[in-house]
């Protein structure tokens, strides 16, 4: 997975709550009061230590708006090469965490980390909710072998006790990118992290498909763990750029699909051969995908043939009423409905370079989506809209002839200009201009058909 995220804590978010608060100033104050983390941890070298702290039974205050807790760790003697990694299962109410020396002088520390995907044994429980997974390492060169570090986490809502729940160690192994450190599976491998049955992992999706996969009334059980196991392998693997689809072995079993919308209801979005073959896909012999979130059964002849799984869903949520749409990145679908019931479909919806495939247009109107709008006029043409949570616009674009075509804007949230750029035919042309938040162009390039000029 190469979602690794720039980790912004780096305390600014501390010094928003209170300028005086400084890292420097915070450093020593859990300097001087280390009996508020007991828990001393010593790894021996390549080991992984297994861990849980509780949070709020023990916790220092510093004047009097920020609560601390956490724990102690020493870097092994004969530290080498090896980096800190771990993975940890923390509650959303402590929602911040950073390292820092024993003693000595404030550094920066942890800077990426990533999501978690799987849950593991020893670590999570099955029926864990509202909390957060996260992996992560530090080079080390921020450790001097043998002395001791704190690891923090900071209180952000009052709530009961509860428990953060992990497992870290030194490991020396080859890393995927220097600035980004560390994969996944890297961290998993060194730690012994024991994932949870697939089917026990598809739980935590939500996911109508897999509860169809794995009703044996339907699929093996066999086929519907290694379809599960390729959903996470999409995930783990996707990046903001690409979403991924693979397209996996026939089915063990011909389901028909007639009994699966009987005991399911009907699918969240559905993929017509046509439809497929305007898109290029390779394999047309079926004659529909039928798809719920993650999962799209193939259909030939009224049964299921074959399955087909992505890492972002198709999920229809709707309120049923007016005129509406949905908008999904694979293949840059957008439906729309009226009163709930799909009155159009397009491809390649405002993508740049790419000309949209229209399966059918919907009436002329004003469509409103998951904070964004898409407004459909006489001359054939669209306006699209993203929208922040107040409703304020974010971004808007024009779509022409099925291109990117004219100006796109976007704001600040103030309503202020973030940038504007020019299109022609799918193509940047014109201008590009990039604004502060005080109105002063940060950047600015011409471009003609698509090249900087």
Known sequence: MKAFFLFSLCFSTLLSYAQELTPEKLTWRIQDRLEYFPQKIEPESDETVYFKDQLGEKSLKIEDEHIFEGFQITAPKDLGNRDFVWYFNAPNAWGKWYILPKKGEYKPGFKNFSSGDLIYKEIDKVDDEGRYRIFQSLDNSYF????????????LEQTELDEVRGAFGFYELPKTNIETGWAIPQIEESLKLQPYSPAVQAKQLDSKGCEILLDEDFFDRDYA???????????????????????????????SIQKIFQKYGPPDYYLS??????????????????????????????VVINTVVQSIPYRKVLKGQGLEFLKFPIHGTIIFYKDGKQIGEIHRFAQIYEKSIHIKSPEVGIYKGINS??????????????????????????????????????????GSTSY?????????????????????IVQEFNFEEGKRK
């Not at 001097?144 to 209180?155: A, D, L, Q």
């Not at 497929?276 to 059964?297: E, P, Q, V």
């Not at 020019?422 to 590009?432: E, I, N, R, T, V």
Request: aromatic content about 16%; charged content about 25%; some cysteine.
């Open 144 to 155: 001097e072998p043998g002395e001791t570090y704190v690891i923090w986490f900071k209180r």
């Open 225 to 255: 763990e290694r379809r599960i196991k390729d959903i996470f392998f999409t995930i783990r693997n996707q990046s903001s750029m690409i979403q991924f689809q693979v397209q996996v072995p026939p089915c063990d079993t011909s389901p």
């Open 273 to 302: 051969r046509e439809a497929a073959s305007l898109l290029g896909l390779d394999d047309l012999t079926h004659t529909g995908i039928y798809y719920y979130d993650f999962i799209g059964f193939k259909v030939k002849n009224g």
């Open 373 to 414: 709008e898409v407004t459909y006029n006489e001359s054939g043409d669209y306006i699209y809209k993203t929208m922040y949570l107040d409703g304020k616009v974010k971004q808007e674009m024009a779509i022409q002839n099925s291109y990117l075509n004219g100006d796109a804007y976007g704001f600040y949230p103030d």
């Open 420 to 440: 504007h750029i020019q299109y022609k035919d799918g193509l940047l042309h014109g201008s590009f201009k990039q604004y502060d938040q005080k109105g002063n």
